[in-house]
């Protein structure tokens, strides 16, 4: 477990200056995460683009942004987080499957890198936009690749009948076509095959297709600079990030000397061991055969074990008392699905302890939730040994309200 980053004494201190819930974390581990991805793709020298789905936090963007990262970005929103952090607008992609002509609008005027784009019909928005805006607008498709990667069904993107991207057929008469466009310019192809990756396997494969590709479209005179190798490299719960050396050979293996520039997409396996998420216990109870632990966290804080069945490790802060017992760990939201962690082994808590969600960096915050009426969490940023900064207030009930009329 990642317990050795987050000091208790430390942890308790942001704690009593934030409240709970609160998360929590580690400049130290990011930066970590990012130049073993550095260090593993020297040779190759790609673009990292940062996927801001995953922690669209400033604080964490920021720290990507200075290590001379790019973005990747899923919505006008996002764009608008990637320029504030500090991204330069020449290292954002755009993807997703379903952007507004505004959105579009709005990164051609950024002066992005490319659109990822999904589909013929966005492809036509797409020359539309750049028609309006007197351009050419940069171009990728995200293609299909048919790969299985082997994990969750709910994150597993590569396979046909996905909807994401289109076929290597389909990718083929779209570039034709854009190519003859006076405001569409091909620039890129990309896959994404899923999440949580823990084999190259699966990329060598995708990126083998890929590549045979983009040498079929330059025989046909259309001639790509990037291959976009996405991202998903897995790391799983309550551990530091597999070695991505692995991934870097199957990938170099494919594209080292071929003149295309590697463009890859990291984005959980950066940010899920950096933070944790902070809860104070409020009740203890049993009830049939369970023990319960309530703590003030709850499924509108962290909806992956929920939505997921994601395993997060927890741990009390400071010792408990008496032998261990079997307790799930669940929160004040008004669901039987609310709850952080089942049938963990710990001793028991104080009410009042603090206890820790840990690998909860990713999908953490960014898919956090005003249900129940629950104010958003805090989040703080450990920027060494003793220093911590507040980079997010906690919501209040004000903000709840604030967009009403």
């Not at 499957?97 to 036509?124: H, Q």
């Not at 046909?220 to 991505?244: F, H, S």
């Not at 699905?337 to 104080?350: I, N």
């Amino acid at each position: 477990m990642l317990s050795k980053y987050f000091k208790p004494g430390l942890l308790e201190k942001i704690a009593a200056k934030a409240g709970t819930p609160v998360y929590v974390y580690s400049a130290p581990v990011f930066l970590k995460q990012v130049r073993a991805y550095q260090k593993a793709f020297k040779a190759l020298d790609p673009l990292f683009c940062y996927a801001m789905k995953a922690n669209s936090s400033r604080g964490l963007c920021a720290l990507a942004a200075k290590e001379g990262w790019g973005a990747d970005v899923v919505s006008g929103g996002e764009l608008y987080r990637a320029l504030r952090a500090g991204f330069k607008p020449g290292n954002i992609i755009f993807s997703g499957v379903g952007k507004t002509p505004e959105e579009l609008d709005y990164a051609l005027k950024a002066g992005i890198l490319f659109v990822n784009a999904e589909s013929f019909e966005e492809v036509l928005e797409l020359e539309k936009a750049a028609a309006r805006l007197k351009l050419r607008a940069p171009l990728s498709l995200r293609i299909n690749p048919d790969v299985d990667p082997h994990t969750h069904k709910f994150i597993s993107t590569g396979k046909l009948g996905s909807k994401f991207g289109v076929s290597f057929e389909e990718a083929l008469k779209i570039y034709v076509y854009a190519a003859e466009s006076r405001h569409l310019k091909p620039v890129g192809a990309h896959f994404h095959i899923g999440s949580q990756v823990h084999s190259a396997g699966p990329y060598a494969l995708a990126a083998g297709r890929l590549a045979a590709f983009m040498l079929k479209l330059a025989s046909r005179g259309v001639n790509l600079k990037y291959a976009d190798v996405g991202g998903g490299w897995g790391v799983k719960e309550g551990g530091e990030m597999a070695d991505p050396a692995a991934l870097a050979k199957a990938v170099a293996g494919v594209f080292q000397g071929s003149g295309f520039r590697v463009i890859l997409e990291p984005g959980r396996s950066v940010c899920a061991p950096a933070g944790l998420l902070l809860g104070r216990v409020i009740y203890r109870k049993s009830g049939g055969h369970k023990n319960y632990i309530v703590v003030d966290a709850a499924m509108n804080d962290l909806v992956r074990p929920a939505l997921y069945g994601a395993k997060h490790p927890v741990a009390l802060v400071g010792a408990g008392r008496g032998p261990e017992k079997i307790y799930d760990i669940v929160g004040p939201v008004c669901e039987s699905g609310d709850f952080l962690a089942q049938g963990v082994r710990l001793k028991e808590p104080r009410p009042g302890q603090l206890l820790a969600v840990y690998s909860a960096g990713a999908y953490g915050f960014s898919m956090s939730s005003q249900y129940n009426s629950r104010p958003r969490a805090a989040e703080a940023l450990i920027t060494g040994p003793a220093a911590w900064r507040l980079i997010r207030r906690r919501e209040t009930y004000r903000d709840l309200v604030a967009a009403e009329k």
